[in-house]
């Protein structure tokens, strides 16, 4: 009978020193020294600085919201500008029911996880996966549009930075990237200084141009830029209000970031994502009506030139003085930690869908710094591409922008009210265990059930519109890519479901039991590391067969002379090789064995294999053990065991190893 011997875990007091146990290398230089598990309890954050870490994508969006807005009214001129702080209005009256909607989340899913777990535990499994993917493109976009809109703050000030724009871009990407490997209360505490010095300057911004505008002191915008040329002028019709009210909705992505990593949070986790959300959404509605009002007050035009914010700073400012420069600094900032908010989700995200077996187990897997490493690496390199590919342009990248969001955003609220349903069947002292909640009775079910239902409905129709409206700017990419991923993630979880069938021991019987074992050493010259490879073979069985491949029969005959004093009676089979072929003969052979194989025989390959002193000596040698062992690895019944043969160990003495 098999024994388990278990040893307890070592106390903090009895574990290594990791200052002794890691050296220093690039990779602890770059992203700190590893931390222990038990660490990940300390690395949780709390509402000052979840603030920074969860919400610099939302608030970020008022940096470009009120201009996207303005660039699709001005298909119909700048008298169609008047339209904007309406189209604004209604755009914070949906953030309103959004942010309730999601606040009654972060209470039900204290595990995060946002609208993907909603949807998992009340729509289903495809709706859920229809979720995550949206979620995923969202986190992917939102990298790409702050980034880019970050870097188009800074040639706004420096116009001859403009052909550089993609690199710096790529470069922000990067640096965001390095700064999150470090864990998440590390690099919370590093965005923290920058986002409260983008509220600081935004509050000081709108209060002063609000104030110039009460005063009557409120000035036009001097030399104002060329506006952008969107196409022949039209008359201001229904579909270019619903076309610029879809565009204005940017401003709502990120508010879906806090209920996604509630995990982060510290206890009581659900409380403090909760007042960190209304936070966030009470400062977003201000700026972004503060910002659109004054744009139509001063006269701003949207351009690629120059950004809106950038009018609005020099007008309110009188000219690009340091109040100027800090302004344009602040947005600049917080736009490129917009991407931290992504760079948080995504990993979460995405390890969860691992975890449910619709990605790759590695993105479950956890760095040397307690995040999920993967992930951020995965989001990096993606959102690279696509600055690339689109040039770092936020007018070319908003219409693929948050159509995926607000998919979400309408399957979380679905999700919710079929929730609030199931609540409302509960009897008093009942409770329901889902994956991702405990349901309980709550007499409120009805009212929250409307609620949330009047919301699925609303943001169902701002996702019609969007898609309707940007369908030809490019949101046909997102509709084509959503479902691609969908079909992606399932066909990761079938083939972890079949594997599990297969490898399942639930109606295998008894063990299986080896009656006979084969080994076979190829064998290209006799040295120490054949002799190694040998003596571990003779170990495994007494049935050992030397296999050489002869391309030279000179070298050959030297072989068996050698073998006949270094053999220690193996039997060695010479196979000719006219075409002095190396690999192939030796597969010919695996076969001719395999098809006489019995049932209970295991046939096990030991390939001796060089190890160098330095790395870069491999490009030395013909890596013959690397090639068969790639060529073996698909072949049924066979067993590949490299014997490593460490140079370094033998480079000193070797007649004393010998």
């Known amino acids: 009978m098999a024994t388990i011997e278990e040893r307890p875990a070592r106390s903090a007091s009895e ?61 119909a001129g700048t008298a169609a500008f008047a339209f904007a702080f309406p189209i604004a209005l209604a755009i914070v009256a949906l953030l309103a029911i959004v942010v309730l909607s999601y606040l009654q989340t972060v209470h039900a899913y204290p595990g995060g996880g946002g609208a993907y777990t909603v949807a998992r535990d009340n729509l289903g499994e495809m709706p859920a996966q229809v979720a995550g993917a949206a979620l995923l493109v969202d986190y992917i976009l939102t990298v790409a549009v702050s980034i880019s809109s970050g870097v188009a703050q800074i040639v706004s000030a420096y116009p001859a930075l403009f052909p550089l724009r993609v690199h710096m871009a ?27 010095f983008f509220l600081a300057m935004m509050t000081l911004t709108v209060g002063t141009g609000l104030f110039q505008w009460a005063s009557g002191t409120l000035g036009q915008v001097a030399d104002p830029p ?6 022949e002028l039209r008359a201001v019709s229904l579909f270019l209000i619903l076309h610029a009210f879809s565009s204005g909705t940017t401003a709502l992505t ?78 600049t900032l917080i736009l490129v930690m917009a991407a931290n908010t992504a760079f948080n989700g995504f990993p979460r995200l995405s390890a969860l869908q691992a975890d449910d077996g619709y990605l790759p187990r590695q993105f479950t897997y956890r760095g040397s710094r307690l995040v999920y490493s993967r992930g951020i ?12 590919l689109f040039r770092a342009s936020v007018t070319a990248l908003i219409p693929l922008y948050a159509i995926g969001v607000f998919l979400c955003f309408t399957l979380s609220q679905a999700g919710m009210t079929l929730r609030w349903r199931k609540i409302g069947r509960l009897a008093p002292d009942q409770e329901l265990r889902e994956k991702g909640s405990v349901l309980r009775y709550h007499r409120g079910w009805r009212i929250r059930m409307i609620f949330n239902a009047f919301g699925a409905v609303c943001t169902a129709f701002v996702t019609i519109v969007f898609a309707v409206t940007k369908f030809g700017d490019g949101a046909w990419i997102v509709i084509v890519v959503i479902p ?72 050959t005959s030297e072989l068996r002379e050698k073998w006949d004093l270094w053999g220690d009676g193996v039997r060695l089979v010479v196979l000719g090789s006219p075409y002095r072929l190396l690999v192939e003969p030796f597969l010919d052979y695996v076969e001719s064995i395999l098809k006489v194989r019995q049932k209970d025989e295991t046939v096990t390959i030991v390939v001796p294999q060089f190890v160098p002193y330095k790395r870069w000596h491999n490009l030395l040698h013909a890596q013959t053990a690397a090639f068969l062992r790639m060529a073996l690895m698909f072949r049924r019944g066979v067993v590949i065991t490299n014997v490593p043969y460490q140079l370094e160990r033998y480079s000193s003495s070797p007649e004393r190893e010998a």
């Open 170 to 196: 790529v470069a922000f990407v990067l640096t965001v990237m390095l700064v999150n490997l470090r864990g998440v209360r590390e690099s919370g505490a590093v965005f923290a200084i920058p986002t409260y």
């Open 377 to 388: 690496v995965a989001l990096a390199l993606i959102v690279s591409l696509l600055i690339v």
């Open 254 to 331: 990120g508010t879906e970031a806090i209920a996604n990593g509630i995990t982060a949070f510290r206890e009581p986790r659900s409380r403090n994502a909760g007042i960190t959300l209304l936070w966030m959404a009470a400062i977003l509605g201000s700026f972004f009506l503060g910002i659109t009002f004054l744009a139509g007050a001063m006269g701003a035009v949207p351009s690629e030139a120059e950004t809106v914010i950038s009018q609005l700073a020099r007008t309110t400012f009188g000219g690009r003085n340091i109040a100027y420069l800090g302004l344009i600094a602040a947005t």
């Open 484 to 555: 691609a991923l969908v079909v992606m993630h399932f066909a990761i979880h079938r083939h972890y479901k079949e594997l599990a069938g297969f490898l399942s021991l639930e109606r295998y019987g008894s063990p299986p039991r080896v009656h006979r074992h084969r080994v076979l050493v190829p064998v290209s010259d006799v040295h120490l590391g054949t002799l190694e490879a040998l003596r571990y073979a003779r170990n495994l069985s007494d049935d050992v067969t030397a296999v050489h491949i002869s391309a030279n029969p000179e070298r």
């Open 226 to 231: 060329t506006m952008a040329h969107m196409g």
């Open 15 to 75: 574990q290594p020193d990791p200052r002794r146990t890691f050296r220093r290398s690039w990779k602890t230089r770059l992203i700190g020294r590893p931390l222990p598990t038990a660490d990940a309890e300390h690395e949780t954050i709390g509402k000052t600085v979840g603030l920074a870490v969860f919400s610099s994508d939302a608030l970020s969006s008022t940096a470009y919201a009120t201009q996207e807005i303005l660039i699709i009214l001005a298909f």
